[in-house]
């Protein structure tokens, strides 16, 4: 599986999540995105995502915004405690998408994401609660990660 990884704001490239999808045998494209331009961002994500037509796009947080602002056609997101309220004009999700967030996410809330899904009529059941912080970094929450990816790829109609 081809996977786009949008990472977060001063987050980097290689990090603890693209690391453990690229470890779980997935070709990873994780772009440096511009933490002071969002628009600048977009483009290199909307670029990345042209050249590689990835299988998958997973953006955390503010790269979570960056994935709901790109043109992505039916490719199924996977957005961890994605930051749309603050960051780009998408305010809807596509049909298969998913979201992983944890209710004790100091950064951005977790009512942020439940606003998301009902505003884009998705089933509550693609809301995940997981993880103890903001972050996803630890193994539970990366596995989840991982397995929806799977999950909506596999899905997907070849």
Known sequence: ?????LHGWHSFVGGVKPTYLKDAGHEVVNP???DDDFDAAVRTAQA???QNQPDVIVGSSR???VAMNIESGKTPLVLLCPEWKNWGTA??????????????????????????VANSGLSPKMLIEIGNDHRLADPEPLKAMLDACDRLVNKKPK
């Open 1 to 5: 599986m081809k996977i786009l990884f």
């Open 32 to 34: 440096a995105l511009d």
């Open 48 to 50: 990345e995502y042209d």
């Open 63 to 65: 790269g979570g915004a």
């Open 91 to 116: 305010r809807t999700l596509k049909a298969n998408s998913v979201i992983l967030h944890s209710r004790a996410d100091d950064v951005i809330p977790f009512g942020d994401s439940e606003e998301l």
